[in-house]
């Protein structure tokens, strides 16, 4: 199994057909065959640009922390790291942490070391 990939066991795909079946399951996944995921990818676009000009214009003051997994094929570590950049031009407050065979869903791959790093964080600030 791919590093990342551990959680996924056959209680989660089983959760996942049970979702898939019901009425807003099918109806989702019909509408992401169409010309409703043109708009959501638009949505998604346009989302992307107003986060980066929110950062740029200094609005993300919170203490921030991104948790990057380095084996996340959905989230590549070099756009993390361009993210990263981004932020702490603006924010002396962020950290990033990015973690060796993980994949996108860190709080189900390894929670206790999840829970480790954010009770970390939050007791920095």
Do not use: C
């Not at 991104?66 to 993390?80: E, F, K, M, T």
């Not at 990015?98 to 860190?106: C, E, K, Q």
């Amino acid at each position: 199994m791919p590093p990342g990939e551990e959680h996924v066991t056959d209680e989660f795909v089983a959760a996942g057909g049970v979702m898939a079946r019901q009425p807003s399951g099918m109806r989702t996944d019909a509408a992401m065959k169409g010309e409703e995921a043109k708009r959501y990818e638009s949505n998604i676009q346009a989302g992307a640009r107003e986060m980066r000009d929110w950062i740029a214009e200094r609005w993300l003051q919170a203490p921030t922390l991104l948790y990057w997994g380095r084996n996340d094929p959905s989230a590549i570590v070099d756009v993390g790291l361009k993210l990263f950049e981004m932020i702490t031009e603006k924010n002396k407050r962020a950290h990033m942490l990015i973690s060796n065979d993980r994949g996108h869903f860190h709080y189900r791959e390894h929670p206790a070391e999840f829970v480790r790093t954010v009770n970390w964080f939050t007791g920095q600030y």
